[in-house]
């Protein structure tokens, strides 16, 4: 069973950077589809990042898509979000998700157990 234990969460002010770091056990990461969703005070969970499996390629919502970079390490197992030009909409919960389905982040099929992440003005 695929455990996934997130940390690098905090507060940090706007214009700031963080990386947030998603180490996963029990099976080869390398395997499932990774992803980064995150949910803001009042609002659903969304994806914002996904990488894929099959061919290594990266997808970003427009939310983040130029400031968020989603990396991973095979050796260490474990996922990688970079956080730069951080805004205080980027305030939320971020989830570190796993998918049986390698090129497909949608309908995780695992989750981690979130880390905070403030962005003050």
């Known amino acids: 069973q695929l455990q996934l234990v997130e940390s690098g969460g905090g507060l940090v002010q706007a214009g700031g950077s963080l990386r947030l770091s998603c180490a996963a056990s029990g099976s080869d990461l390398n395997y499932f589809a990774a992803g980064w969703y995150r949910q803001a005070p009042g609002r659903d969970r969304e994806l914002i990042a996904c990488?894929?499996?099959?061919?290594?390629?990266?997808l970003y919502s427009t939310a983040v898509e130029g400031r968020f970079t989603i990396s991973r390490d095979n050796a260490k197992n474990t996922v990688y979000l970079q956080m730069n030009l951080l805004k205080p909409d980027d305030t939320g919960v971020y989830y570190c998700?796993?998918?049986?389905?390698?090129?497909?982040?949608?309908?995780?099929?695992?989750w981690g157990q979130g880390t905070q992440v403030t962005v003050s003005s």
């Open positions: 998700t796993a998918t049986y389905t390698p090129d497909v982040c949608s309908g995780p099929d695992f």
């Open positions: 990488s894929r499996a099959t061919d290594g390629s990266t």
